[in-house]
């Protein structure tokens, strides 16, 4: 046993240095093997995007990942927009850790992790034009039946927990196929998506 013990007594101070190493390099959370808590989601485009190309394949519809849209002299940035036969869905991925609140018409919202709050704009009240936008379009391409317009904040940040009001329409994206196939989303309105597809492809920039 001693013998042994002599044998391999080098490997100690080798493992003690890579610990140390690790420890250097991402503190405890890699030494207990824990998943780091990101306060910003570095691929929040990333997984929403991933997100609604799952829920439009399956469910036959069109999506659009990051997408800027030109009309009239004025440009309008979405994170995704997502066309059903309710209408059409403007998206904005938010990548907020920690418990969200906020009101459906406030100014701004607040994300507070770790005892940190972090005020940012209400993403509601960002893409308020975008009911417009799209109607003006849609009606610029000849295009009569394009249902209604809703605007959503999606949260992809894997720590955060949405506590915003009922009223506003907002989700992790975890629970972004449960919120779209209830209430006002499941709504057939009898438009048509490639036309309404093929309208906004003409005003991407």
Not at 16 to 44: N, T
Not at 152 to 172: G, L
Request: with cysteine; net charge neutral; aromatic share 12%.
């Amino acid at each position: 046993m001693l013998e042994f013990i002599a044998r391999y007594a080098y490997v100690v101070p080798i493992m003690g240095l890579m610990f140390m190493l690790l420890y250097l390099v991402g503190g405890e959370d890699i030494i207990f093997f824990r998943q780091v808590r990101h306060e910003i989601d570095p691929k929040s485009d990333e997984n929403l995007t991933i997100a609604l190309t799952k829920y439009a394949s399956r469910k036959g519809f069109k999506m659009m990942g990051r997408t800027t849209l030109e009309f009239e002299g004025a440009t309008y940035t979405f994170d995704g927009i997502l066309i059903t036969y309710f209408g059409t869905i403007a998206i904005k991925a938010e990548p907020y850790a920690g418990d969200i609140y906020g009101e459906m018409n406030g100014e701004e919202w607040v994300a507070i992790f770790e005892g940190k709050r972090t005020p940012f704009l209400n993403p509601l009240v960002a893409m308020s034009g975008s009911t417009k936008l799209f109607r003006d379009i849609y009606r610029a391409e000849g295009v009569k039946k394009y249902g209604q317009t809703e605007t959503m904040a999606v949260f992809t940040n894997k720590h955060c927990n949405v506590a915003v009001s009922r009223n506003a329409s907002a989700c992790h994206v975890k629970d972004l196929d449960e919120r779209l196939s209830q209430g006002k989303f499941i709504a057939d309105n009898g438009v048509n998506i490639d036309e309404m597809a093929a309208a906004l492809e003409k005003h991407k920039k």
